[in-house]
């Protein structure tokens, strides 16, 4: 009767091979888990493969290369507890299969093609589309920026490349930017803790998140100027890169009100973070102060960052400045400001608080239109 060597590193238990092997590689120095299979032959090979596996994983972090599934799941892990991550684990989910065995360097609008073309197939929505993109650029800046192997390599060891969004066609709702008594009005109907933030909000400029999600740590003072900044990480932003918000003396004086509220995020109610300002009360006060219900204008919060962006060209404010303040996308602008730089922001920024020169020109156009 013939025999062969037995692999070691093999044990039955209930009629499934496990494995319970020494693995140099391994955390714990050992490879214990079910192969799930119950002939003995079929296990030997599902453990050689993955021995091959590891070893493999192993040379490619000791040489700083990472695939995309690897990256988007320590991702997870560092935002576990936004309420954000549920939403990115779904994209994630839906990427994986097309572009989770990649190399991080491989990732680029090239080899997003075929998820996008797939996306669209089922009917997703652009905006949906466009924000799973925003997940891939918020790993990958992850992956350049912040992550380091032992060795202190980057995951991704060149800069993240620009991924290319999709179009959004259609007739899209048109933005309301407030005037004084608007705002006025408004704000008189809000309940205190979304009147706070939405003080804020005209006053920097900030998209609806980036309010909600703004915390004490994100905090950098500026002791020559006697104030200080935010800066908002990567994953924050919508553009994928980290923005610097700067404080006017409306601005600043909520920040000082808000200070020692909540141990953590700024804006909070009831103890808990803020996790949206278009709720029912803001959408009761809207309403209740007059402002345009018909179809075709945009109802939400946005509306103040338009305000903000008003005015700041209302009051002369060039547009390289006001892009830096409303944290777009410029390739050119960083978080590395000097104080100087940042007090020629702050200035621009003080002047939407001047209710002579900060106005919304537009207004009469749709008010006019609305008659």
Not at 212 to 236: N, Y
Request: hydrophobic share 40%; glycine share 6%.
């Amino acid at each position: 009767m013939s025999t062969r060597n037995k692999m070691p590193g093999l044990r039955l238990k209930g009629g499934i091979w496990q494995i319970d092997k020494r693995c140099k590689h391994c955390e714990s120095g050992w490879l214990r888990e079910s192969t799930g299979l119950s002939e003995r032959a079929e296990a030997e090979k599902h453990l050689i493969r993955r021995l091959a596996e590891i070893e493999q994983l192993a040379q490619r972090k000791a040489q700083s290369v990472y695939t995309f599934e690897e990256a988007g799941l320590r991702y997870l892990e560092d935002i576990a507890h936004k309420s954000s991550a549920d939403d990115a684990a779904m994209h994630l989910d839906q990427m994986f299969p097309f572009i989770g065995h990649l190399m991080l360097e491989a990732v680029h609008d090239g080899t997003l093609a075929a998820f996008m073309q797939h996306e669209q197939d089922r009917g997703l929505a652009p905006k949906s589309i466009n924000n799973a993109i925003g997940v891939i650029s918020a790993v990958l800046n992850r992956a350049a920026r912040i992550w380091r192997n032992e060795q202190g390599t980057p995951w991704l060891r060149q800069a993240p490349p620009r991924l290319t969004r999709l179009q959004i066609k259609g007739k899209q709702a048109k933005p309301y930017p407030l005037s004084w008594a608007e705002q006025d009005r408004l704000f008189k109907k809000l309940p205190a803790h979304l009147q706070s933030a939405a003080l804020f909000d005209v006053n920097t400029g900030c998209r609806e998140q980036e309010v909600c999600q703004l915390r004490w740590d994100w905090e950098i003072q500026i002791p020559d100027l006697g104030t200080s900044v935010f800066v908002l990480p990567t994953e924050v932003t919508k553009t994928g890169e980290e923005r610097i918000v700067v404080l006017n003396c409306v601005a600043f004086r909520v920040i000082e009100k808000q200070r020692g509220i909540h141990p953590s995020h700024v804006f909070s109610y009831r103890g808990n973070p803020l996790k949206k300002l278009r709720t029912s009360a803001w959408r009761r006060a809207w309403v209740a102060a007059g402002l345009p219900e018909e179809k075709g204008f945009l109802k939400g919060v946005h509306n103040l960052r338009h305000t903000f962006g008003r005015r700041l060209r209302a009051a002369g404010v060039v547009i390289e400045t006001r892009k830096a303040l409303l944290g777009h996308a410029m390739g050119d602008i960083t978080t590395h400001y000097s104080a100087a730089e940042i007090k020629e922001l702050i200035d621009a920024a003080q002047k939407v608080t001047d209710r002579g020169i900060a106005q919304t020109p537009t207004l009469t156009l749709i008010k006019s239109r609305a008659a």
